[in-house]
């Protein structure tokens, strides 16, 4: 057992054994995935069935988790299948030993949150301006914020200067579809494998004091829940946690660049300049070619350049394909600076 696991394991030997546990993340930190790594290993460790619910997967792409999980497709395909890079876009290496770990070990990942196209529904309409269908993804019954919740979110919605000229009860309404449909995906899941702990994987302020998705999924599946959140919440927001974990000095390091800039084209990505001593540029790639595969991969938008090049490193070697003047394709090499 590694040090994190153990000081996590240690941590939750105090508390009654969960059915749920909410680990908070604050997206962009890798310290806080470091923990929800080290929470997911000690309860699998100490003899629980685990599964691992994931706010950042939307609930239409489950069947690409379950392949990845079972092995008949890889880390980079579900990042392609899933269309991580469009809908959450996020470092995916902060997930990946996460997602690898689930799937060395057989762990059940779970497709949590509402689609993009249910939210942005919300965003235009409102709840209650959604149709029949939009509607029937969500409950029946809409659980309305807790006063501290509602402050929380008022909160975050300050923070936000792109949110100024938003109306904060249609921004809270999104919250809320966000909360509702992970708490009823999670709850679902549960209700199917009552012999498993699930392990929901969401932004702190989802998770913090038992407002957001916790206090729904219990209304849902009657279930014990634990909150574990980092020991800077245990300053920023007293009694936001049942848990505290100490969040290590740790950072990603820096990915590896091709040094090109993208506009978006309807099949590729078109090259539309260059950065200060690019690779791609030294090695003859032009302005307006079109990017259509890395390493074989294809690329069909810049999403899928994204996930091509997700996990490559300074000095790594790639084989870039690109289509130039109509129909002619150049392959070429150069490392990764």
């Known amino acids: 057992m590694s040090p994190r696991v153990e000081a996590a394991a240690q941590a939750l030997s105090g508390v009654a054994a969960p059915e749920a ?73 902060l997930y990946q030993p996460i997602l690898e770990y689930a799937r060395r070990h057989g762990l059940p990942l779970v497709a949590l949150n509402a689609a993009r196209e249910l939210t942005d529904r919300v965003r235009t309409a409102g709840i209650d301006g959604l149709d029949p269908d939009e509607r029937a993804a969500l409950p029946a019954s809409i659980t309305p914020p807790a006063p501290g919740y509602r402050a929380l979110l008022e909160e975050v919605f300050r923070e936000h200067p792109d949110q100024a000229d938003a109306n904060i009860d249609r921004f809270i309404e999104i919250q809320l579809t966000w909360d509702e449909t992970m708490a009823m995906t999670g709850a679902r899941f549960l209700d199917e494998h009552p012999d498993h702990v699930l392990v929901v994987l969401a932004g702190v ?21 634990l909150v574990v959140l980092g020991d800077r919440e245990r300053e920023e927001h007293p009694d936001s946690a049942d848990v505290y974990l100490e969040l290590v000095d740790a950072e990603l390091t820096a990915p590896g660049r091709m040094g090109v800039m ?36 294809p690329v069909g938008e810049f999403a899928d350049l994204k996930v091509a090049l997700f996990d490559r490193a300074p000095g790594d070697a790639v084989s870039v394909t690109v289509r130039r003047r109509g129909e002619q394709r150049l ?7």
């Not at 302020?205 to 219990?218: E, M, S, Y």
């Not at 590729?268 to 090695?283: I, L, N, R, T």
């Open 21 to 93: 546990v909410f680990v908070g993340e604050v997206h962009d930190r890798l310290p806080y995935h470091v923990n929800q790594l080290a929470a997911i290993a000690a309860l699998r460790e100490s003899g629980a069935k685990v599964a691992v619910g994931l706010e950042m997967i939307q609930v239409p792409f489950q069947s690409h988790l379950d392949d990845y999980v079972a092995g008949r497709i890889d880390l980079r395909e579900m990042l392609r299948r899933t269309e991580y890079y469009t809908r959450w876009r996020f470092d995916a290496r």
């Open 205 to 225: 302020k989802h998770v913090a004091h038992g407002h957001g998705i916790p206090v729904r999924l219990r209304a849902r599946a009657d279930v014990e829940g």
């Open 262 to 297: 993208i506009r978006p084209a309807s099949e590729g990505a078109v090259v539309d300049g260059f950065a200060d001593g690019s690779p791609a540029e030294a090695a003859g790639v032009e302005v307006d070619d079109v990017i259509v595969a890395v390493d074989g991969h």
């Open 331 to 337: 392959d070429v090499t150069f490392e990764l600076y």
